[in-house]
T-cell receptor, first 114, second 111 residues
Framework: NAGVTQTPKFQVLKTGQSMTLQCAQD?????MSWYRQDPGMGLRLIHY???????DQGEVPNGYNVSRSTTEDFPLRLLSAAPSQTSVYFC?????????????FGQGTRLTVV | GENVEQHPSTLSVQEGDSAVIKCTYS??????FPWYKQELGKRPQLIID?????GEKKDQRIAVTLNKTAKHFSLHITETQPEDSAVYFC??????????FGSGTKLNVKP
């Protein structure tokens, strides 16, 4: 099992460019999420999905789109990159369990927007 | 939604001492509280968790306590070692595995 795999690990974008961060998991987890991590602010939820075809917004969704066509993949799209989107992005997956189950994280994507 | 607050933001202890990190949450619907450790440049990894029907859980040198009435939970690390140095995050699970994280505590264990 590879777990949660994110690509790319590093990316530099110019303001206004668009790109897609890829996330794939091979654990057959129903739930997948995207977080951004900024210094002193912890991990903030961008978007999440409870299954294929179902997505919803988190705390900081503006400027990002997601879709979930399969259980395995949950790409995050930046429509028009802005310097404020410079951050480290983590994808996570978890399974449904009464009382809660841990989130497994990908290795992260460090994005710089210039 | 949920709001999780975490204190302190930095914590420096001498090797062998204990460390305590505290978190509060706002929504009584949250029912699962994991703690993650993140080393520099790495992904967060689960170190311990607690469910809302349990008041305390221990795993060797680490323990977590939960007070549902007061809506707060704490991480306790005893006999700290230099390899415990990292950033620690608390989280609360709210609705369909939506996790809300605290802002993190940077723990520095001095040899």
């Amino acid at each position: 099992n590879a777990g949660v795999t994110q690509t790319p690990k590093f990316q530099v974008l110019k303001t206004g460019q668009s790109m897609t961060l890829q996330c794939a998991q091979d654990m057959n987890h129903e739930y997948m999420s995207w977080y951004r991590q900024d210094p002193g602010m912890g991990l903030r939820l961008i978007h999440y999905s409870v299954g294929a075809g179902i997505t919803d917004q988190g705390e900081v969704p503006n400027g990002y789109n997601v879709s979930r066509s399969t259980t395995e993949d949950f790409p995050l799209r930046l429509l028009s990159a802005a310097p404020s989107q410079t951050s480290v992005y983590f994808c996570a997956s978890s399974y449904s369990k009464a009382g809660g189950a841990e989130a497994f994280f990908g290795q992260g994507t460090r994005l710089t927007v210039v | 939604g949920e709001n999780v607050e975490q204190h302190p933001s930095t914590l420096s202890v001498q090797e062998g001492d204990s460390a305590v990190i505290k978190c509060t949450y706002s929504d009584s619907a949250s029912n699962y509280f994991p703690w993650y450790k993140q080393e520099l440049g790495k992904r967060p990894q689960l170190i311990i968790d607690i469910r809302s029907n349990v008041g305390e859980k221990k795993d060797q040198r680490i323990a977590v306590t939960l007070n549902k009435t007061a809506k707060h939970f704490s991480l306790h690390i005893t006999e700290t070692q230099p390899e415990d140095s990292a950033v620690y995050f608390c989280a609360a699970r709210y609705n369909f595995n939506k996790f809300y994280f605290g802002s993190g505590t940077k723990l520095n264990v001095k040899p």
